[in-house]
Every structure is written in structure tokens, then in C-alpha cells.
């Protein structure tokens, strides 16, 4: 099915260890995006990109590093994992700009830092 | 930096209610969108809309630009209606990364 896929769905991590979320999307979309979800705020931005091999920091960066290396898969790292980053990430795109187009979203990954 | 305020933030009803769910922002946007997030569940984007009311079954969603505002309602509500209404809004002239976020509306149906 089309759509944008993340894996994995859940991890635990203590801290300092380092992982990979893995977001990839069948859509042929230019624009990708990292959001984590936190209680009682609203999606933030991470990361996003506007292509193959380009990156850009969104409202939240610190502690994540971003790669697209090819047009269908965005890639967010966690190099040394902090309980702050204990959230619910989503990985979304859209064939243009967000908010130009509509966003298609991954089903969320659980990210639990102990 | 846009602010969007979303109201209410808790709304429990009764099956077959009408419902509206209230979406205010500060800065001119060129578009507001409306998601909908199921109970441990992925996102949905439900209307993206830049000016006057856009329905698809029982949902409507109205803006009105000079006020600000914007209104999602539910007819005939049934329980499986049961979700987070996120609204976002893309301010004018805004980039990429330009969608601020609503911190949802919690909607509960009874059957």
C-alpha cells in the first residue's frame, strides 16, 4: 500500500546509546519531515528536507542528525539518546511544501529513554 | 510566530450530536489544515482549506480569514469519531517547515 512507513515502531534506550529512525515513502514526494509529538504540546518540527541530499533544522534539532540520501527514505539518528527525547515521532511528507499540499504521516514510533 | 488555539481542549458527547471544534490563529496564514489522530494511532489529514468551507461526509470545516478563525464540525457523531483534532496553519509566505500546530482537541463519543 502507498503511504509513508516508520520503523521501528517501539524502542527503548538507556542513555547515551545511539539508534536510527528509518522513514520511507513510496510516493515519489519531494518534501519530508521529522515531528515528534509530546503531551500536551502540539507536533514540533526536528528536521525536514526539500529533497535528495538536502537537509534543513526545524524548531527542535538539538540532539538529532538527519540524512536523505535517496528521495525515499529520510533517516533521523539519535546519536547519544537523553530522556528529553523520550516521545512519539512521526515522519511525514507531501509532494510540495507543507501546508501548499496536504502531509501523509508514518504511523508514529514510540521512543522510550531510560 | 504563529499561535494556534484550539477549543475546546477536552469534549465528551453523546452518539448523534452535532460537534464544532474551534481553531484561532494570530498571524495571516495561506492554509489551514485539520488532522485527525486515532488512540495510539498514525495521523490523518483531513481538509486543507484556504478560504470559505470544504465538506467530505459528515465533516465540515469553515475559515474565515479576516476573523482568524476556523471550525471543524462532526454531524450525526458516532463513537468511532473518537480521536485528536489537530489543527495547523501555514503562515503567509512561509517555507518548508512553515506549519504551526494546534495541541489538538480531545473528542470523546458515547454511544
Known amino acids: 500500500n502507498a503511504g509513508v512507513t516508520q520503523t521501528p515502531k517501539f524502542r527503548v534506550l538507556k542513555t547515551g546509546q545511539s539508534m536510527t529512525l528509518l522513514c520511507a515513502q513510496d510516493?515519489?514526494?519531494?518534501?519530508m519531515y521529522w515531528y515528534r509529538q509530546d503531551p500536551g504540546m502540539g507536533l514540533r518540527l526536528i528536521h525536514y528536507?526539500?529533497?535528495?541530499?538536502?537537509?534543513a533544522k526545524g524548531e527542535v534539532p538539538d540532539g538529532y542528525n538527519v540524512s536523505r540520501l535517496k528521495k525515499q527514505n529520510f533517516l533521523l539518528g539519535l546519536e547519544s539518546a537523553a530522556p528529553s527525547q523520550t516521545s512519539v515521532y512521526f515522519c511525514?511528507?507531501?509532494?510540495?511544501?507543507?501546508?501548499?499540499?496536504?502531509?501523509?504521516f508514518g504511523a508514529g514510533s514510540r521512543l522510550t529513554v531510560l | 510566530k504563529n499561535e494556534v488555539e484550539q477549543s475546546p481542549q477536552n469534549l465528551t458527547a453523546q452518539e448523534g450530536e452535532f460537534i464544532t471544534i474551534n481553531c484561532s490563529y494570530s498571524?495571516?496564514?495561506?492554509?489551514l489544515h485539520w488532522l485527525q489522530q486515532h488512540p495510539g494511532g498514525g495521523i490523518v489529514s483531513l481538509f486543507m482549506l484556504s478560504s470559505g468551507k470544504k465538506k467530505h461526509g459528515r465533516l465540515i470545516a469553515t475559515i474565515n480569514i479576516q476573523e482568524k478563525h476556523s471550525s471543524l464540525h462532526i454531524t450525526a457523531s458516532h463513537p468511532r469519531d473518537s480521536a485528536v483534532y489537530i489543527c495547523a496553519v501555514r503562515e503567509s509566505g512561509g517555507g518548508a517547515d512553515g506549519l504551526t500546530f494546534g495541541k489538538g482537541t480531545h473528542l470523546i463519543i458515547q454511544p
Open positions: 510516493m515519489n514526494h519531494e518534501y
Open positions: 498571524v495571516g496564514i495561506s492554509a
Open positions: 511525514a511528507s507531501s509532494y510540495q511544501a507543507s501546508g501548499a499540499n496536504v502531509l501523509t
Open positions: 528536507s526539500v529533497g535528495e541530499g538536502t537537509t
